[in-house]
């Protein structure tokens, strides 16, 4: 049986994209996404989730991203979860979750649009 990982979110920028040029002139863009959730308890309060998740882009991507995409910016964002590690100086070893965008789309409204 073939596994499925696949991650869909809409979301803003909390920075803007980070830009690393690799060995081979390969662009990578990293930035953080925060997705909300609101809801209403029993006494009719309103309660917003908000989580944070890290985006990575690749080549193309990328070059979109560091063009176009700013702080607050509004994307929809597909791709897959990766998991890597790394152990510090002291030996410790550390996990780190990112997306992997495959696909991204601005959200943002032009100016002048209602």
Known sequence: MRGLNKVTLI???GKDPEIQVLEGNVPVAKFSLATSETYRDKSGQTHTNTDWHTIVLWRGLAELAQAYL???SLVYVE???KTRHYDDPAGL???VTEIIGEQVLM???KPGDQ
Do not use: E, F, I, M
């Open 93 to 95: 070893r550390h996990y």
């Open 70 to 72: 700013r702080k607050g």
């Open 11 to 13: 979301g803003n920028l």
């Open 107 to 109: 959200l943002d409204k």
């Open 79 to 81: 791709g897959k979860l």
